[in-house]
């Protein structure tokens, strides 16, 4: 807490800190270590720099007792080590496009104490250097059909995305989604609010909104191409079959299964050639009598 009350100064010259000491727990061991209080003009600002495991009891404590001294209207940070694994448990990287351009943020399984703070109001955050990351709900999603779409075959993938829950993670958030964003850009606020961060949610938010869109077009088109008539090949006429047939083509009628597909018809002569028994051929021996004149063979 000390640490992080010197970054703020650097960052925060004009600024009232001040720690806050809970009397109840003098010579006690503290659960969740004095809050860090932050006074810009009519603003009030109360950090809180957990490192042990927190207790619901010990959270519904501290968070009562900051209303009763600050009231409604101050702003109640929670604010975790990135690199602590007590209180960021890493679950993987997802890539968005809040601004048509491919960025990767850290995605974390919250803790029940950081769902039990979102609940109640508090803002989370993780601090990384001199930057806060702060979170958004994410949880996959199942489009629910509606008439005239087609999530069959191709789209079938497509029903299945994932849907986002700010400025606060909700309940149903299986997970959160963070937003870096500059300490500066914090201090740059009265009020300590993250602009920034916020603009990419709702960014996020309308890409969203117009992947679902998109989707549910393309499950309407589906829906049109499956439903126009396939091309059928219409009968052909029997008139139309025996005119345009050849004249030595004979074809067996369609009422007979069993019909064999008949032989063109040859030519007259090509027929008496195809009939006509062969005859053996006798080959002539050569004789010196055949040869010689008649006289001289007498």
């Not at 500059?182 to 960014?203: E, G, N, V």
């Not at 007979?256 to 027929?271: F, G, I, Y």
């Amino acid at each position: 807490m000390l640490a992080l009350h010197d970054q703020l100064l650097r960052v925060l010259p004009q600024a009232a800190l001040s720690l806050r000491i809970d009397p109840d727990l003098a010579g006690q061991r503290w659960e969740i270590p004095p809050s860090l209080i932050v006074r810009r003009g009519e603003h009030v600002i109360v950090l809180e720099r957990p490192r042990r495991l927190l207790t619901p009891d010990a959270v519904a404590h501290r968070i009562t007792a900051t209303r009763n001294q600050h009231g409604t209207k101050a702003a109640h940070w929670w604010i975790f080590d990135r690199d602590d694994p007590l209180h960021c448990d890493v679950a993987g990287t997802i890539n968005v496009q809040p601004y048509d351009k491919t960025i990767t943020h850290t995605k974390v399984r919250p803790t029940p104490a950081q769902r039990q703070l979102a609940t109640a109001g508090a803002t989370v955050g993780w601090l990384a250097g001199d930057t806060v990351l702060l979170p958004y709900g994410g949880r996959q999603r199942t489009y629910t059909p509606q008439p005239g779409e087609d999530w069959s075959g191709d789209m079938a993938s497509w029903k299945r995305d994932w849907t986002i829950s700010h400025p606060r993670p909700t309940d149903g958030a299986t997970w959160w989604g963070l937003v870096p964003q500059p300490l500066l850009a914090l201090a740059k606020r009265p009020d300590f609010r993250p602009a920034t961060a916020h603009a990419t949610m709702s960014a996020l938010q309308r890409a969203e909104q117009g992947r679902e869109r998109h989707r549910r077009r393309r499950a309407r088109e589906h829906a049109q191409r499956g439903a126009q008539p396939t091309a059928q090949q219409l009968p052909i006429p029997a008139t139309a079959v025996a005119a345009s047939a050849p004249t030595d083509v004979r074809t067996p009628p369609a009422s007979l299964p069993h019909a064999t597909p008949t032989v063109p018809s040859l030519p007259p002569t090509a027929r008496l050639l195809q009939q006509a028994p062969s005859v053996p051929v006798h080959r002539l021996r050569f004789t010196w009598a055949a040869l010689l004149p008649r006289c001289w063979r007498h």
